[in-house]
């Protein structure tokens, strides 16, 4: 069975500064990987999908990596702000399209 | 439509009430997902409707809870005899059916039992 880590949990940055969130999985038989963010009492927004035969997306400030053999994935957020606060979700895409999700990290960053 | 629509946003109900909530996907996406999620706690897969392929209903916590999806459209999520327990934000999500796609997640309908 698929299981989906995310750590830390929850992590709180100045403004500014640079940042990784971590999302591991048990079972590297995935189709693609896919980040989200969650703003208090809202549905999921999506940022990047990862297709499986990729390593690397790209959006604005941020950049998801995907490293399918050692079942990690990265998402680094360049010089954070303010209105990234939320809390972000990964979910690993596998057979038949299921979605399996991470527990989230909550993010808070501070003016 | 132009996201995943969900409705009603909030929903209070007395407990042993039966309460559907509705979910509008994107227009031609054939794959649509339920999950529910508790205060402060993560996702949890519910079912998951496949195109025509019969529905994965693996998640369904108890015979209480049942979902129907007419064709490619409208998918409602039905609670009978609701409990306090049930109390959590339920989520609908869409995608093309294919390998891995991108997944589109509604606003959610939040449940309240009292």
């Known amino acids: 069975k698929q299981e989906v880590t995310q750590i830390p949990a929850a992590l709180s940055v100045p403004e500014g500064e640079n940042l990784v969130l971590n999302c591991s999985f048990t079972?590297?038989?995935?189709?693609?990987l896919q980040w989200f963010r969650q703003d208090p009492g809202k549905g999921l927004t999506s940022l990047l999908l990862?297709?499986?035969?990729?390593r690397e997306q790209t959006s604005g400030r941020l950049n998801a990596s995907l490293d399918k053999s050692s079942g990690r994935s990265t998402l680094y957020i360049a010089a954070s702000q303010p209105g990234d606060s939320a809390t972000y979700l990964c979910?690993?895409?596998?057979?038949?399209?299921?979605?399996?999700f991470g527990g989230g990290t909550r993010l808070m960053v501070k003016p | 439509g132009a996201g995943v629509s969900q409705s009603p946003s909030n929903k209070v109900t007395e407990k042993g009430k039966d309460v559907e909530l509705r979910c509008d996907p994107i227009s031609g996406h054939t794959a649509l997902y339920w999950y529910r999620q508790r205060l402060g706690q993560g996702l949890e897969f519910l079912i998951y409707f496949q195109g025509n392929s019969a529905p994965d209903k693996s998640g369904l916590p108890s015979d209480r809870f049942s979902a129907e999806r007419t064709g490619e459209s409208v998918s409602t999520l039905t609670i009978q005899r609701t409990q306090q327990e049930d109390s959590a934000v339920y989520l609908c999500?869409?995608?093309?059916?294919?390998?891995?796609?991108?997944?589109?997640f509604g606003q959610g309908t939040r449940l309240t039992v009292v």
């Open positions: 979910a690993v895409i596998t057979a038949g399209n299921m979605l399996t």
């Open positions: 990862i297709q499986s035969s990729q």
């Open positions: 999500a869409s995608s093309l059916l294919g390998r891995g796609t991108e997944a589109f």
């Open positions: 079972d590297s038989a995935i189709y693609n």
